[in-house]
């Protein structure tokens, strides 16, 4: 991957010469472990310490750490990158109370922690409680600068609380009111999930919670890495995906709930289109998209063969973008990048809010930051409705056929244009999601394949013909 190289922080090798020689053989134990640790499946090597910074002088250690891991050589890989870089917030005391034993990741044999427990720092109140004390208090600690939202109000003394369904990162409760999200794998560069709520709070656009705190990494030589965000926590709200399920599960209709849905996403859409560039889709730009897509649809053709008999018509899909009229409404921005029912929360009053601006953080960072047609969001969302329609047993297509209709009426009626106006490129980019799902489900969740194989022949047969909806 293209990301910039994090380059050691300056300084830190004379502090604290065998910190990291101590803790090596219980992070190499312990880190792949974690379910957000991103190299599964390849041993942990070494690791190299980019940045120490101790937060609490005897019990809260911050610490980004490269892990090396040697990289199975794939298509057009080029030489093993410097490995990626993680976040961790280490707690240590002389003795580990009982609550916090499921936390414990060691005792070093040496170096400057011997005789300390060293354990998961997100799981102790006291560590989660100092993390908000830092973040109420603009300034630096080390590499570390703590910034605060004009206006933001953050009382002191919330009660923390871990949030279990943690994924790529780890994220914190504090009395119900704020929700702090770190980021595990941190790469140089403002984070889309800090950078476009800032954007959209500044544009006065109330579906996505506004930024109350940050934290980012200032490194030399690279630019600034965000590392956590704390936002207002939408208390009692559902998520897109479990409300949809239990829908479902009663039989019920959700055609209301996603016409709001579509309605959400025009807006934040809007928003995004007027607080940060956009660039038009001239046929350069449309053709660069197409590339990218056949590169794509090939590339998981030749892991996953039973795309294979899928792969022309699907790639005729792809061609049809560079026959798009040149239009003013053909444009590209930022857009939300990794859209579905379970980025969706639904609070108390029945609004809907969006959350997780990340992107998919399995592609650089570089790439996730471009402008993309609002389109692709769009598809997200109709290919998240196809997966829960499939998730119900017995399979019910015409729930997700009507779901797909009402979100793109919503969407349109949100002022958001209509996603069928072109068809070819809501086609191309379902398609592109489809394929995504196919190679993710075939690497993990081979019992899942089914769901983006029958939307790969519903859009292989639709090629050339009207889109299916
Ligand atoms: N502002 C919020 N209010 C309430 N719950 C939230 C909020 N932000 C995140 N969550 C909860 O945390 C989960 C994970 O947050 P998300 O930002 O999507 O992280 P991830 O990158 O791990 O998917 C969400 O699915 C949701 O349940
Ligand atoms: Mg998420």
Redesign the pocket.
Known sequence: MSEAVIRPAAGYESTRPDLLASLDPLLRAWLPRQR?FAGKGRPVTGFSLVASTELLPSGLLHLLVRAQQPTVPAQGEAAPGPGDCYQLLLGFRRTLPPHLAPALIGHPEHGPLAGYAVYEGLHDPRVATLLLERLRTPGRSGVLRFELAPGADIPGGLAPRT?G???????L?YGERF?L?LLRRVVPGVNP?LELPLLLAREGCSRV?APAAWCTAELDGTEPLTLGVL?????G?E?GWELALRTLAKGDDFRAQAHALGRATAEVHAALASAAPTVSLGPPQREQIADAMLERLRATAQDVPMLRPYVSSLGAAFEELRELPDTDDLFAQRVHGDLHL??C?RTADGSW?L??F?GE?ARPLAERRKPQPAVRDVAGMLRSFDYAARSHQPWAPRWAEDCRAAYCAGYAAGGGGDPYAYPALLRAFETDKAVYELLYEARHRPDWLPVPMAAIRRLADASGGPPHH
């Open positions: 957000w949030l369904a943690e994924q790529s990162n780890s994220s409760v929700i999200k999930d919670p936002q207002p926590f939408l208390a709200a998520d379970g980025q929360l809010n959350i997780d990340e953080p």
